[in-house]
């Protein structure tokens, strides 16, 4: 059981970037990002592995986000470029934990992460 924390949301003009940051309280195994867009569904945006040697992206943001790691600090990163106005929406941070092997295919399901952040919003404008 971690504590997680995102920050960097906030408003942006389309094509523009910004980077997301979600601080552990402690350490993770996999960790992701996911979306939740007003009157929607949330979303499996990307995620990756403890170690960060492997990366999954949904398809709408495959070549303009990159998901990344700093586990010496306890921290997750999104790095957003080109972004778009549907790209509007509450981002959150989810963690898994423990020390069991597990294949990159259960990166995008909710199920398999078990803390989750308070969410920031991210909001593009057009």
């Known amino acids: 059981q971690v504590q997680l924390v995102e920050s960097g949301g906030g408003l942006v003009q389309a094509g523009g970037s910004l980077r997301l940051t979600c601080a552990a309280s402690g350490r993770t195994a996999a960790m992701g990002w996911f979306r939740q867009a007003p009157e929607k569904e949330r979303e499996f945006v990307a995620g990756i592995s403890r170690s960060g040697g492997s990366t999954v992206y949904a398809d709408s943001v495959k070549g303009r986000f990159t998901i990344s790691r700093d586990n010496a600090k306890n921290t997750l990163y999104l790095q957003m470029v080109s972004l778009k106005p549907e790209d509007t929406a509450v981002y959150y941070c989810?963690?898994?934990?423990?020390?069991?092997?597990?294949?990159?295919?259960?990166?995008?399901?909710?199920?398999?992460?078990?803390?989750w952040g308070q969410g920031t919003l991210v909001t593009v404008s057009s």
């Open positions: 989810a963690a898994r934990t423990g020390t069991t092997s597990y294949s990159s295919n259960y990166l995008p399901q909710f199920n398999f992460y078990g803390d």
